[in-house]
């Protein structure tokens, strides 16, 4: 008899954490949202459990529309088991890493999780901060992204997220989708731009490859991502421990731009 072992929505549990909501909280909101929606649900507490145990892993429209509301995000880029839209290019003429990805970056590797190989010894859940250095061929100059993530760990999987208003640039969520073997740290990156921003809302996804260093309190390596004209950008990113906690005081200390 063939078993199926149950993994947990990380993906949503780092979104709730980022929204800095307790299960409770967010069992409320998602009730306020059916409300507001003309929906009525009977969101609670032991709901959101069973979402990010992952012994529920599709919700019922109902839901999944109080979902997006409250999170701002598509149901299918909260971990759950949907399908995933194809990719494509957003050819907006800015250059830069421009890809509009439908969040399929983060969806697809939760889509059909599979058993973690094997478990990390190392604990890196906590709040992390994260910069990345990127060139925008459209304004012909380097630029610098940087984001307080919440990381939560399961085995050897990660998932951060970033707090809001955490960014130095307004209105611009980060995810990350990753795998952790030994000292590398493995995964996919997915970035929404603000809609009145240069990048006019496109979101960017790619690739990212990370060593962690002996102290486990940082990572460093390259992402890649495509361009407009299909060709292949790089540059470096990092990943910086700032607090152990996840806490509803340490995430609302770190919902702000780092300096």
């Known amino acids: 008899m063939t078993t199926t072992s149950v993994v947990p929505n990380d993906v949503l549990r780092a979104v709730r954490l980022g929204l800095r909501m307790s299960q409770d909280e967010f069992a409320t909101a998602l009730r306020r949202a059916g409300v507001d929606l003309r929906e009525p649900n009977e969101a609670s ?4 459990q069973r979402w990010e145990s992952g012994i529920s892993r599709t919700p019922r429209g109902v839901y999944a529309r109080a979902l997006e509301h409250v999170t701002g995000r598509p149901v299918e ?7 995933v839209p194809m990719a494509r290019v957003h050819a907006d003429g800015t250059g830069g890493h421009d890809m509009d990805a439908g969040m399929e970056g983060v ?25 990345y250095e990127f060139y925008s061929s459209g304004r012909d100059a380097a630029y610098e992204g940087k984001h307080y993530v919440v990381i939560v760990q399961h085995g050897n999987r990660l998932t951060a ?17 990753l795998t952790v073997d030994r000292n590398v740290v493995t995964g996919t990156w997915v970035e929404q731009t603000a809609t ?18 002996p102290t486990g309190r940082r990572m460093a390596g390259k992402w890649v991502g495509f361009g407009k004209d299909f060709d292949v950008n790089t540059g470096p990113w990092e990943l910086r421990l700032v607090d152990r906690s996840t806490s509803k005081a340490a995430l609302e200390q770190y919902s702000a731009p780092p300096e």
């Not at 507490?45 to 959101?48: N, Y």
């Not at 809001?164 to 611009?172: Q, V």
């Not at 240069?198 to 060593?211: D, E, F, K, P, T």
């Open 107 to 131: 969806a697809a590797a939760t889509v059909a999780p599979q058993k973690a190989a094997q478990s990390s010894a190392e604990t890196f859940t906590g709040v992390w901060l994260s910069r």
């Open 45 to 48: 507490k032991r709901l959101v």
């Open 77 to 83: 880029a909260l971990g759950f088991s949907l399908p």
């Open 161 to 177: 997220q970033s707090l809001p208003g955490a960014s130095s640039n307004p209105d611009s969520p980060l995810t990350l989708d």
């Open 196 to 213: 009145d921003g240069y990048y006019n809302g496109a979101r960017y996804h790619g690739a990212l490859q990370m060593l962690i260093e």
